[in-house]
């Protein structure tokens, strides 16, 4: 399973969903290295609500994780990015001190394993990895009442990606290493 985590410390849902979303890790596009993955993901919000989360919890966060320009909002595409170009797969320990001063809970990236936290970032962040990156990052702008699980694969609504008109964006792609 492209997943294999999500540890307990993961919130998990208690009322029964509304609409699964898949989401799109690595190059969907197939103009640069071409390796993605798909991860399906259970939420009590539709994928137009996580998409605006994404939004507005990167501009909170002063940075993006995704790769592109597509019919985005210049605002979102001047900000700096992590995880977006090839061999990109650390999350520095700047970016998780900046995190910590502003107040936003960890928690949801505690999972890491300890000798991958180096220095207070995340090292070697892998495609499986991505997903529970960016959940994090939408939950920063999502109600309290927002619930979610990772499903097994089926075709349903696209978060990102494939030509969009939301989000045309490629995320993760910078976690893809020959």
């Not at 979102?76 to 320990?93: A, V, W």
């Amino acid at each position: 399973m492209f997943l294999k985590m999500i540890s307990s410390d993961f919130k998990q849902p208690r009322l029964s969903m509304k609409e699964i979303i898949r989401f799109t890790v690595g190059d969907w596009s197939d103009d640069g290295h071409g390796q993605h993955d798909h991860v399906l993901v259970e939420s009590s919000h539709s994928v137009t609500a996580l998409q605006e989360a994404y939004f507005k919890s990167c501009a909170k966060i002063g940075y993006r994780f995704d790769h592109g320009s597509y019919n985005l909002p210049e605002e979102h595409t001047e900000l700096p990015s992590l995880l977006t170009k090839y061999g990109d797969d650390n999350i520095p320990p700047y970016f998780m001190d900046i995190m910590k001063k502003k107040g936003y809970d960890l928690d949801m990236l505690i999972h890491f394993e300890y000798d991958r936290k180096e220095n207070g970032g995340i090292q070697h962040v892998t495609p499986e990895d991505v997903i529970p990156i960016i959940l994090w990052v939408i939950s920063i702008s999502m109600p309290s009442s927002w619930e979610f699980k990772i499903v097994e694969p089926v075709v349903l609504p696209q978060f990102n990606g494939y030509w969009d008109n939301n989000l045309n964006v490629q995320l993760g792609y910078g976690s893809y290493l020959d």
